[in-house]
């Protein structure tokens, strides 16, 4: 594969030669290949879980309110224990995105990432196997410790080893796959749900498949120079950096490395020094990209797509059907995300989005609002409609706040903060997304259609948020961002004022040792 040559250097910051690498490219599909497991996992349990097979065997209840004569569209859903079993995974997630920080850190990016395939391999056989609920719920904990591991290290890990250039469209690529998993999911739940009584085994053990491949990949992949330079193997990270830019002439790159290494190692705990002022800005905006992330409504469409689509009146495969367009929307929107996100920038994406999704969420809800009551059937033309407002809606998702909600918060942080930043972020999205797939289906029965208009006035404010308060981090090395982003935003440049340090900077300085 032929490597292109550039040199970094917009924005007035430090050139840096080097080309965008086969080994970059190889190192990054491989790598993403993380998405791949998450989104799979996203796909696969909305499937599932409106399959029969699978409700009489672990949710007799809910099989029979589906079934009901006189059901409420609304709620046959509606039903704790099946909520749990989509949800579980993301409580798992945020303890072991924690544990993947000191791991990503102390060990580096690369074994952490393959502890996640090992995590996300056993929980899938778990799954594939289970006999009770228990066995079911302890094998979605599993992958959630592996969904916990792969998103904590995988964007970490594609941002260090990235040309500030290339950094952006390269980051999605692990948005991509996390769309491919989505799209492979339902275009297997389509197919399983013919295979009676065990097509829903096939379907969750098919988790196995992404993780297997990045298991495999991994073990050809190089180390960040980042992590080899702050685990004091500088002579590696020397090598690393020079065969991943494709020069030798690497010089400044390293430097500036090696300059924000010294400054981490002066920081003993990470995790306190998030809390010093000049490190809110990244916070904030990190934690609260995952928030609106989930306020969106995503994974209200992408976990229930078929229970929703049924609950409009599609049979069951009309509904898994109708799915798979949408996956196929997912995956090739966020296609435009790689090509256009280091060219138009972060903010014109997520404004532009955030207009489009206001529009598909409001459309929807009056829709539904009118046409689909309690207990009736929405006329076809209706529903048919609504599919297409939902890849309306879920194409802007896709070249916006769903690659941009991973790709910001890997790249805004210093490094003595990188790590632990980064928990927060990942931990952030994953409460999100477990109080969203616990919470949907019984907020469906209680709103009803109202439920897209509270999702509509979200996405108002997370406009407001991309417009005002969110700065544009394209082209800008990630060692540099302090310097070339914060300090010169016009809101967030006030927490870097020298005489306004707070009580968190004091304990900061107490920690650090005395220069000579």
Known sequence: MPAMAFAESSGGGMDFPGKLTSQVIVCTIIAAFGGLMFGYDIGISGGVTSMDDFLIKFFPAVYRTKHEVKENNYCKYDNQYLQLFTSSLYLAAILASFFASISCKKFGRKPTIQAASLFFVTGAILNTVAKNIEMLIVGRLLLGAGVGFGNQAVPLFISEIAPARYRGG????????????????NVINYGTSRMHPYGWRVSLGGAAVPAIILLIGSLIIVET?????????KDEGLRTLKKIRGVDNVEKEFDELLHATELAKQTKNSFRNLMKRS???????ATILQVFQQLTGINVIMFYAPV????????GDASLLSAVVTGLVNAASTLVAIFTVDKFGRKKLLIEAAIQMFIAQSVMGAILKVHLKSANIMPNNYALFVVVLVCLFVSGFAWSWGPLGWLIPSEIFPLETRSAGFFFAVSMNMFCTFVVAQSFL???????????????????VMGAFAIFILPETKGIHIDEMNERVWKKHWFWKRYFDDGDNDKGDQDIKADQPEKQ
């Open 170 to 185: 390269l980051n999605i690529c692990f948005q991509f796959l996390i769309t491919v998993g989505i799209l492979c999911a």
């Open 225 to 233: 120079p980042t992590s080899l330079i702050e685990r004091g193997k």
């Open 279 to 285: 490190s809110r800005p990244q916070l904030v905006c």
């Open 308 to 315: 929703l689509f049924q609950t409009m009146g599609f049979g």
């Open 442 to 460: 019984t907020l469906l029965c209680q709103m009803k259609s109202t439920i897209f208009f509270f999702f509509a006035a979200c996405i108002v």
